[in-house]
């Protein structure tokens, strides 16, 4: 099975994505939100007014004062963490006492309204989880389409394979032994860090990726110039962060804010009565979030799926900046010598050479010499001759 075709292709360039993205602006968010999150802010910072930090509240309220993260992924897993502990806080076990007594009226229409936002969130979650498996399908994918298509390929799907149980393992080791939501999330961004950094492994035919890529003929430049930049912090990525992260940051501080405020309540519920307005305002943002959330993931999901990977030169504007030493090609007449010197990184370094005889030619002999000479001047060589026949038809 032949690999895609990848003749004159270089990696998506920043330049070229923006112009494909002014075709599909972000969504408009609703004006709901910027409300929604500044009252519930306002609400979370009277009840500290009320009553002080308290053990085990540093953390959260520290983060509701910082910027979201700057990369989308990571706030993809932001959105997963606060709608896991929002729900944790949902469970009717780890309710106010006695909100869970239910011992007035107040508190019975509270209760009731509490346990109707969890549905949604749950289904939000499912949603989120999907896209993000999604997207690193069409990634990996993407990557294994322009693999040439012999056993480094399936070793590459072996080693992913075998990345992803071990990575899994580690989660449910760390759930076993009692880690909490937070530690869980903190590992997740981890490994998804790590995820990068193999793929750029592979673009630079390093690590686990060295003796698979790097001394074998076949592996298309394009594929790897592309995972070895796709992540750069000036690549193409930058541009989807500057073009879809601002939306994608405020529902991040949306979810943020809505945890926060339910965390501190719950804290201080039996000194500072949650009220039923309040209770039907947290329904309402999580209707807005959950709502909006999906939109606007199913949108990304679609212009990321869409997005162009490789390019031609021409369309990149960069048919000069390719024009390098890399690849050079040249006649040599029967019964000369030509000499190239080369510059490398190793004395293990891989050269790749194709040749093509012209068809007709007598039985000739083609010798090859190949000398290394190290810094101190020390050389070593080996020649390789070589007889082909003329071809029969």
């Not at 983060?63 to 997963?80: F, G, I, S, T």
């Not at 009717?92 to 006695?98: A, N, R, Y």
């Not at 949603?127 to 693999?147: G, I, R, S």
Request: hydrophobic share 40%.
């Amino acid at each position: 099975m032949a690999s895609s075709s990848k003749e004159g292709l270089v990696p998506i360039t920043r330049a070229f994505l923006a112009r494909y993205y002014d075709k599909y602006p972000p969504p408009p968010l609703s004006e709901d939100i910027d409300r929604l999150t500044t009252g519930l802010r306002r609400m979370a910072d009277r009840l500290l007014e009320q009553c002080p930090l308290k053990p085990g509240e540093e953390l959260l309220t520290h983060e509701a004062n910082l910027e979201p993260p700057h990369k989308v992924d990571e706030n993809m897993w932001k959105n997963r963490e606060h709608i896991e502990e929002i729900l944790f806080l949902l469970e009717k076990s780890h309710w106010p006492t006695s909100l869970q007594k239910k011992a007035t009226n107040e508190e019975e229409d509270i209760a009731g309204i509490i346990e109707g936002i969890e549905i949604s969130l749950r289904e939000t979650l499912k949603k989120l989880e999907m896209f993000q498996l999604t997207n690193a399908e069409n990634v990996f994918n993407t990557v294994m389409t322009y693999m040439p298509q012999d056993f480094r390929g399936s070793l590459i799907r072996q080693q992913r394979e075998r990345s992803e149980r071990n990575k899994q393992a580690e989660v449910d080791a760390l759930v076993n032994s009692g880690g909490s939501i937070r530690d869980r999330y903190a590992l997740l961004w981890k490994q998804q860090m790590e995820r990068r950094r193999l793929l750029a492994q592979l673009g630079s035919a390093t690590g686990v990726y060295k003796t698979l890529v790097k001394y074998l003929v076949g592996v298309p430049q394009v594929l790897l110039d592309f995972v070895r930049q796709i992540n750069d912090d000036d690549g193409p990525m930058e541009e989807q962060r500057q073009r879809y992260g601002p939306c994608v940051y405020k529902l991040t501080t949306f979810a943020l804010t809505i945890r926060l405020f339910l965390f501190l309540s719950w804290g201080r519920f039996e000194v500072v009565k949650l009220q039923k307005d309040e209770a039907l305002v947290v329904e309402q943002a999580v209707h807005v979030y959950t709502s909006e959330f999906e939109r606007v993931i199913m949108f990304i999901g679609e212009v990321f799926a869409h997005s162009p990977f490789f390019i031609s030169a021409e369309d990149a504007g960069a048919a000069e900046s390719r024009k390098v030493d890399d690849y050079k090609e040249i006649v040599i007449a029967a019964g000369r010598t030509y000499e190239v010197t080369l510059t490398v990184d190793s004395v293990n370094s891989f050269i790749a050479w194709d040749f093509a005889l012209i068809q007709g030619t007598l039985n000739l002999d083609v010798g090859f010499r190949v000398e290394y000479v190290s810094p101190s001047g020390a050389t070593t060589g080996l020649t390789f001759p070589a007889h082909f026949a003329k071809p029969t038809v």
